[in-house]
């Protein structure tokens, strides 16, 4: 790359963003209302002074409303922002331009936070040397070696959701760069033996450090889970070992796929790190204040926050919905993603004068989007101001976060009474939400636990929220968990009390696992990771929300217990069905119906009884060579002597009983004790699975993978 300052033509209004060209990098920026833009060059991110000011000449370097200028000889490397002068009647038009002010690329595939500082930024008075800054990027041909993305059936998916830095930062993790994508890959071995197929990361996007309240700064803590976008083209800076960020997230998901792994982004499009009125100004506020963000139609100064950020995207503008979908489709073409999870996904089914519409365009387009055909689409279906669309969110591919199952498994593992006939639903599939709708099964995104909220761990050992260490006087974060402590808030010596619940973890993991739908574990939930009690841990950066790898050996027998869950979900077509169970026959087990829900004593379960707390199911196999299932739930506080129905010629033989200690707890085929007898002797608060085999030995050993752990029979068949 020559030194400057360069020679200038006229340029292209598209592709947006820099791009490297014939003959140098050509620059196009998007603003409608702008009457005089500055490109601003680089040596580095962090350079005081710029290499050339270049000022765009209104007639010969604009298009309609893109701006544009070639840059000859010059070449990857170089870094840049623009500048934007024009109107500033922001309380009537909305429009926010300052020429003082450097605004870095809305496209920008590389970003710089060297000089970054939110609070100067802030300032009312634009303060020079604040700024974010766009790298150049050389877009010579990637080596994807025949990669392609997995496009794994959705009912076979078992998502691990994890956020990039917390997974291998703790120095317990033993990777050569902690916390980056380059320490993601070497953990691949491990996220395969525990038989996942998918990783969710939380967001990678080139997001805002320090963007949190006041109190939160004042203690030295930063935005750590990344929900403060500004740069949704770039990877996230931090996450980058060395200068080319963009090589390192292909090598992750290269690498992933290799493993049989799909990745999916956690992508943020309802709002942004430029906050409300007194946010900094970072990008869009700059550029078309007036198109990216709801604005108050009676004072445009203010911003109509649905988000609980202070602004709100305003994504079915038709700029925005076109930025957004580009964005996506360069993720999967240039990045081989195989797919998205939107968080608040239901701010982007309002339209332009924030009211919800079914037909929202930028949620259509992207289901029926040509590039995005093959990709997963999963949507937190709600958002801050009270929209909640779970089982009515917009199109038909569209996975949703099913919150009622989390709640619905949390209080019937909590022994909360009167919950049969929402629990079964939940197990089912959901059909109450999705069936009425066309959709199905896996529709349901299952989960008991995600980022936001307990740990399973701590969901099992804290009553009450502990967030004091965010430094907002434990107001943030959700007040009713439908967590039990067992009796005792937090840590605890009580052999009993820990006995309890290590029992109701596995409860919680057993249920997801026997649960139509797709089901999503929360990573550190293998080896019950805990956060103190705290359900927020968003400003986090530290122990208390990094996954610490010893506890993969002081936890191993609660890590074997998950992988052989996971195995038994895996081995078994009909725990993944794509279609809701019907009550009928099902592929000629003599005559099984394909689900039978039962009480206690084989007869109808006590459906209506507000205390009841036992519920049984038989599942009949989809495969001629697939055992049939006995679930039984108990989460009462008494054992409870369940009738086993006779299928003739079929032997039942135990697989999972939560309330035995480990080994013994689950074991694999060919390992399982027989059951003699009529019934088994459910334990108090426990989970019992059973498999039927046709007469001979069990022949399903070869389809699962290896696990440790040795035989005991059961002392109450």
């Known amino acids: 790359m020559a030194a400057g300052p360069f020679r200038l033509a006229q340029g292209r209004p598209f592709p947006d963003g820099a791009s490297v060209a014939a003959g140098g990098v050509n620059f196009a920026v998007f603003s409608r209302h702008a009457t005089a833009v500055t490109l601003v060059l680089y040596a580095s991110a962090t350079a005081r002074e710029p290499l050339q000011v270049i000022d765009l000449d209104p007639v010969e370097n604009r298009t309609f409303f893109f701006w544009h200028v070639l840059v000859e000889d010059a070449g990857a490397g170089l870094w840049y922002a623009w500048r934007m002068d024009g109107p500033a009647d922001t309380a009537r038009s909305g429009l926010r331009f300052d020429p003082r002010r450097e605004l870095l690329d809305p496209w920008a595939r590389a970003v710089g936070t060297g000089l970054w500082d939110r609070r100067r930024a802030s300032s009312p008075l634009p303060q020079p040397g604040t700024g974010l800054r766009a790298r150049v990027i050389d877009d010579e041909p990637y080596d994807w070696e025949g990669d392609r993305r997995l496009e794994r059936r959705p009912e076979d998916s078992i998502i691990y959701e994890l956020h990039v830095g917390g997974f291998t930062r703790h120095p317990s993790s033993g990777v050569a760069a902690p916390g980056s994508f380059a320490g993601l890959v070497e953990k691949i071995p491990y996220l ?13 996007m080139a997001f805002d450090e320090q963007d949190v309240p006041p109190g939160t700064a004042a203690l030295g803590l930063g935005n750590y889970w990344g929900y403060s976008p500004y740069g949704f083209f770039a990877p996230h800076p931090a996450y980058c070992a060395g200068p080319d960020g963009r090589r390192e997230f292909r090598d992750m998901v290269k690498a992933l796929h290799r493993a049989g792994i799909g990745v999916i982004l956690d992508v943020v499009f309802n709002h942004t790190a430029e906050g409300g009125g007194d946010g900094p100004v970072i990008s869009f506020k700059g550029l078309a204040n007036e198109s990216f963000y709801h604005l108050d139609p009676a004072d445009r100064r203010r911003y109509r926050d649905f988000t609980g950020t202070g602004n709100t995207l305003n994504c079915n503008h038709p700029l925005v919905a076109r930025y957004i ?11 081989h993603v195989d797919g998205f999870r939107f968080d608040l996904a239901s701010v982007m089914a309002r339209g332009e004068d924030g009211r919800p519409v079914y037909h929202a365009p930028v949620l259509w387009s992207i ?6 055909l093959h990709t997963r689409l999963i949507a937190e279906a709600w958002d801050a101001s009270g929209l909640y669309q779970v089982g009515s969110f917009p199109g038909y591919r569209w996975a949703e976060w099913n919150g009622r199952y989390r709640d619905s498994v949390r209080r019937f593992v909590r022994g909360d009474g009167g919950l049969l006939g929402e629990i079964a639903s939940r197990i089912a599939g959901s059909s109450d939400l999705y069936a009425p709708g066309g959709r199905l099964p896996i529709n349901s995104i299952n989960f008991v636990t995600c980022h936001d909220g307990f740990t399973l761990h701590d969901l099992v050992s804290y009553d009450r929220r502990h967030n004091e260490a965010n430094g907002e006087a434990n107001r943030d974060g959700a007040a009713d968990n439908h967590s039990w402590n067992c009796g005792i808030e937090g840590p605890s010596d009580d052999p009993a009390v820990l006995s309890l619940r290590r029992r109701l973890a596995r409860n919680h993991l057993a249920i997801l696992m026997l649960s139509q739908g797709q089901p999503m574990l929360l990573a550190g939930d293998e080896v019950l990771r805990s956060q103190q009690g705290n359900n927020n841990a968003y400003c986090q950066d530290n122990e208390i929300s990094w996954l610490d790898w010893s506890l993969v050996e002081r936890n191993g027998d609660f890590l074997r217990y998950v992988r052989e869950l996971i195995a038994l979900r895996r081995r078994h077509p009909s725990l993944r069905r794509a279609r809701f169970l019907t009550g009928q026959p099902d592929n000629g087990h003599g005559g099984l119906p394909d689900i039978r829900w039962q009480g206690a004593d084989g007869g109808e379960p006590a459906w209506h009884a507000p205390d009841a707390g036992f519920l049984g199911f038989t599942l009949a196999g989809r495969e001629a060579a697939e055992p049939v299932l ?15 129905p006779q299928l003739g010629g079929r032997q039942w033989r135990r697989t999972l009983d939560t309330s035995l200690p480990a080994p013994q707890e689950i074991l694999r085929p060919g390992a399982q004790p027989a059951i003699e007898g009529s019934t088994y002797s459910v334990a108090p608060r426990s989970v019992v699975v059973l498999e039927a085999w046709s007469a001979g030995e069990p022949s399903l050993t070869s389809r699962m993978p290896a696990s440790g752990g040795s035989v005991s029979s059961s002392d109450c068949g």
């Open 192 to 204: 395969q033996a525990l038989g996942i197929t998918d990783v969710e990361l939380m967001p990678v």
């Open 325 to 335: 979908l580009h964005c996506l489709e360069y993720w999967v073409r240039e990045m």
């Open 367 to 372: 289901e029926f989007s040509e590039a995005l």
């Open 630 to 644: 006995q679930v039984m739930l108990n989460m009462t506080d008494a054992p409870c002597r369940a009738s086993i």
